[in-house]
């Protein structure tokens, strides 16, 4: 039985175990939706040879738990098939997927999402991407998980447009298709009517806000409460954290630890060198080639991640914040976590901020930050 909280939204409900043949029986609780939502939208989640299981299974889930909390008596908001281009295929995982032909370039489709794995490559060379501009044409928007992006680009899409894939993938794009804007932090990227997203959960993601933008945001927090996923991640939410980032180079992992202990300090390449044991110019030329940052650019990617943590873990004024992670004043830390994220302290506070460390509660505590800016 689900509960209301005080009129607000649904805030849990208690659903009853049910075989993968008995989900579409699941009590429904999806709150109350647009009027645009009583339309089904048919959703097309290409797959092929070898593609990688959790990009397809994690859209098609969001989408499929969205029909599953639709109010009885309200018809489902998509109508789903994945589909390719020989019918039943075998993901890179091992486990067959029961998927569908290929549609007819003049059926209904509303949202195309292709789907990453190791096959791409050989997909992109048969049939397959002419078969998706067609279908591209038709659809209301397009999406890409993970390395499907390259299925994109061999369609003739990616050209001038802002372009998420996985991390480890992002440079054989760029040099596969220059004149994409590839762009290696997001965890997906909108632009216009094409939406990619990076690697394997990052498709999660995608489909949430996806959901989001079809029926409203308490409905895509409904589904990601359903599906246990823990925060609804923004598309600024970086893919890794710095520290992972900085871990191919372990020669200097007891500086980082040393950094990440001393954030508040004026840390400049002088003393970093120095606490490296070596001579300013031979630390600046080591620490790139071991790491693929400039000790600048690695330590404000390291000064945000803090600060990203203190934002949506307490509810310290962003001032304090700034002197805590070494950047000195408020506006410098504001303009370090735009450029890093891609969002302004307070905006990554309201959608990070966990009970008890909203933003009114850093505002009893003496900050500011009207309009996220």
């Not at 894939?165 to 909108?190: G, N």
């Not at 308490?218 to 996923?229: G, Q, T, Y």
């Not at 990203?308 to 307490?314: G, H, T, V």
Request: charged fraction near 20%; glycine fraction near 10%; hydrophobic fraction near 45%.
């Amino acid at each position: 039985m689900a509960e209301r909280d005080g009129g607000t939204g649904w805030t849990g409900a208690t659903i009853r175990v049910q075989s993968v043949a008995g989900m579409t029986k699941v009590p429904r609780f999806l709150p109350d939706c647009p009027a645009t939502a009583v339309r089904s939208r048919p959703i097309e989640i290409v797959a092929y040879a070898d593609v990688q299981l959790l990009d397809v299974a994690g859209p098609l889930q969001v989408f499929a738990t969205a029909n599953d909390l639709t109010p009885v008596g309200s018809p489902p908001p998509y109508t789903l098939a994945v589909v390719a281009p020989d019918g039943p295929v075998r993901s890179s995982a091992g486990l067959g997927l029961a998927a569908g032909p290929l549609p007819a370039d003049d059926a209904p489709v509303d949202t195309l999402i292709v789907a990453g794995g190791r096959g791409v490559h050989t997909a992109s060379a048969t049939d397959l991407p002419a078969w998706i501009a067609g279908r591209a044409a038709r659809a209301r928007r397009v999406a890409s998980v993970c390395t499907g992006a390259f299925l994109l680009g061999a369609a003739g899409l990616l050209d001038g447009r802002r372009v998420a894939t996985h991390w480890t993938a992002c440079d054989a794009l760029a040099r596969r298709y220059p004149e994409a804007r590839v762009e290696p932090d997001p965890i997906f990227i909108r632009d216009r009517d094409l939406w990619t997203s990076a690697g394997v959960s990052a498709g999660i993601d995608l489909a949430l806000a996806l959901v989001e933008a079809d029926l409203g945001r308490a409905a895509a927090l409904a589904v990601a409460r359903h599906l246990v996923v823990f925060l609804k991640r923004p598309g600024g939410q970086a893919q890794f954290s710095t520290a992972l980032a900085l871990q191919a180079g372990s020669r200097f992992d007891a500086l980082h630890a040393w950094i990440g202990e001393n954030l508040s300090e004026p840390l400049t390449v002088e003393r970093l060198a120095a606490e490296a044991g070596m001579s300013p110019r031979g630390f600046a030329r080591h620490y790139r080639a071991a790491t693929g940052f400039t000790p600048a650019r690695a330590l404000e990617r390291l000064r945000v991640e803090a600060a990203r943590r203190l934002l949506a873990e307490s509810r310290l004024p962003l001032k304090r914040i700034a002197l805590l992670c070494g950047f000195g004043s408020e506006e410098t830390l504001r303009r370090a976590v735009r450029r890093c994220v891609g969002a302004a302290p307070g905006a990554y506070r309201r959608r990070f901020a966990g009970e008890g460390t909203s933003r009114e509660g850093a505002s009893r505590e003496g900050t500011s930050d009207p309009a996220g800016i």
